[in-house]
Every structure is written in structure tokens, then in C-alpha cells.
């Protein structure tokens, strides 16, 4: 267990060995994603972390979110639950809830493949984890978002089928992650249907043939 070297969760507990790189620790991992994460995220916020692996956005948002804020992180594989719990508990986290559930777009169970650090939905794959749509999870009585960071590894699309009351609402900024140039065109063909422009990480600007994109609500 180390503190946190730099960069946004500077000084935040972190256990080495979990995560997708040392760069969790270091402070140094995906330093551009953050930029995104500092001019976007506000004070009283629901932010949802999904797909949060071991944590690192989700210490980062609980930071920006503040005291009358709450982040609530989705994560399916064992793993990365047990250590993002861990992670909670060591920094004292009073506005994070794990939701320990793959975003997809239905609930039900799915098959899920891949390394703690990769893993992903898969039709094929045996071990089973838990789903629901972000849409169901509203309907059940949790409070709606009004930030989403999203990177689950190809599922994108899916998760956002299941996000149709979430999108058609136009007032949540939305930070993807799509990893293939089909995935994103086929989500950012889905947004545009629901009024959204996109921008760089930082916000602004064109993204351009970037995979991972701001999707901004058309009210903003």
C-alpha cells in the first residue's frame, strides 16, 4: 500500500499490483482522460463510474464531487470489486457506492472474459457475472446521473441501448472510452440521435477520429 505520487489522486491510498498499470500509483495513468475529468465533474454531482476496474476514477470523482456529491462505481469482475472496495475503505470514502454489476442493456446474467484488467462482456464465455441497464438502475430508485465516465471494454454501445431515459433526458456529459473505430462510430451515431456534440478530452474542440470522446448534452 502507497500514497498516491501525483496527478489528480495525489496522496490517496493505493495498493500496488491492482489496477491496469503502475501508473494508478504513480499518478501518471491516463493523465489526459483527467483533464476531462477536472473541467467537467462539479461539486454535488452524481457521478457514475462505470466500468471502474480497481478504482482510480472512481477516488478521482469522489474528490471532485465533494461531500454533497456521490459516485457510484460499476464494476463486475471479483477482482477489481475486492480491490476498489479496499480502495473505499482505506481512503474513508463516504460518497462512493459499489455497484458490483456489469452495465449492459438488460439486467439479467452474462458471460465475462478477459483479465482483471481487460475483461469484458462475452457471449461465449462461461464464468457469469450480474447485468443491468443504467436505465433499470434509475427505476429502481437511485439517483440519475448527471456525469458518466464509461469504459467497459466493446460494451459501450450496449450499455448505452440500455441508457435511452438517460440520454433522451439531455443534460448528462458523458467521458467514453470505445477502443475500436466501429464501436465509436456506432456510439456516437446512437448520441447524435439523441441530440449530443462531441468534444476532445478537455471538452472542447473537435475530436476528430479520436476513440475515446466528451459526448456533450444538448442543454449544456
Known amino acids: 500500500m502507497v500514497r498516491v505520487a501525483t496527478g489528480i489522486n495525489k496522496g490517496k491510498l493505493w495498493i500496488t499490483g491492482t489496477g491496469p498499470t503502475n501508473g494508478c500509483w504513480i499518478g501518471t495513468y491516463e493523465a489526459d482522460h483527467t483533464v476531462a475529468l477536472l473541467n467537467l465533474v462539479r461539486p454535488g454531482m452524481i457521478a457514475y463510474d462505470v466500468g471502474a476496474n480497481a478504482g482510480y476514477y472512481t477516488l478521482a470523482l469522489s474528490s471532485l464531487v465533494g461531500d454533497t456529491g456521490h459516485v457510484y462505481s460499476f464494476e463486475p469482475e471479483a477482482r477489481n470489486a475486492d480491490a476498489l472496495r479496499r480502495h473505499i475503505q482505506l481512503n474513508r470514502l463516504r460518497n462512493v457506492t459499489l455497484v458490483q454489476v456489469a452495465a449492459?442493456?438488460?439486467?439479467?446474467?452474462?458471460?465475462?472474459?478477459?483479465t482483471s484488467a481487460t475483461g469484458s462482456i462475452s457471449s461465449h464465455d462461461e464464468y457469469?457475472?450480474?447485468?443491468?441497464?443504467?436505465?433499470?438502475?434509475?427505476?429502481?430508485?437511485?439517483?440519475?446521473?448527471?456525469?458518466?465516465?464509461?469504459?467497459?471494454?466493446?460494451?459501450?454501445?450496449?450499455?448505452?441501448?440500455?441508457?435511452?431515459?438517460?440520454?433522451?433526458?439531455?443534460?448528462?456529459?458523458?467521458?467514453?472510452?470505445?477502443?475500436?473505430?466501429?464501436?465509436?462510430?456506432?456510439?456516437?451515431?446512437?448520441?447524435?440521435?439523441?441530440?449530443?456534440r462531441f468534444g476532445g478530452l478537455d471538452g472542447r474542440g473537435d475530436p476528430g477520429e479520436a476513440a475515446d470522446f466528451v459526448a456533450i448534452p444538448r442543454r449544456s
Open 104 to 114: 449492459n442493456d438488460r439486467s439479467g446474467m452474462v458471460g465475462f472474459q478477459g
Open 128 to 196: 457469469k457475472v450480474p447485468c443491468i441497464s443504467l436505465d433499470e438502475f434509475v427505476a429502481a430508485g437511485n439517483p440519475s446521473p448527471s456525469f458518466i465516465k464509461m469504459d467497459i471494454e466493446g460494451a459501450e454501445r450496449a450499455a448505452l441501448v440500455g441508457s435511452a431515459s438517460i440520454l433522451s433526458r439531455g443534460d448528462v456529459t458523458w467521458l467514453m472510452a470505445t477502443h475500436s473505430e466501429k464501436l465509436r462510430n456506432q456510439c456516437r451515431a446512437l448520441m447524435v440521435d439523441y441530440g449530443y
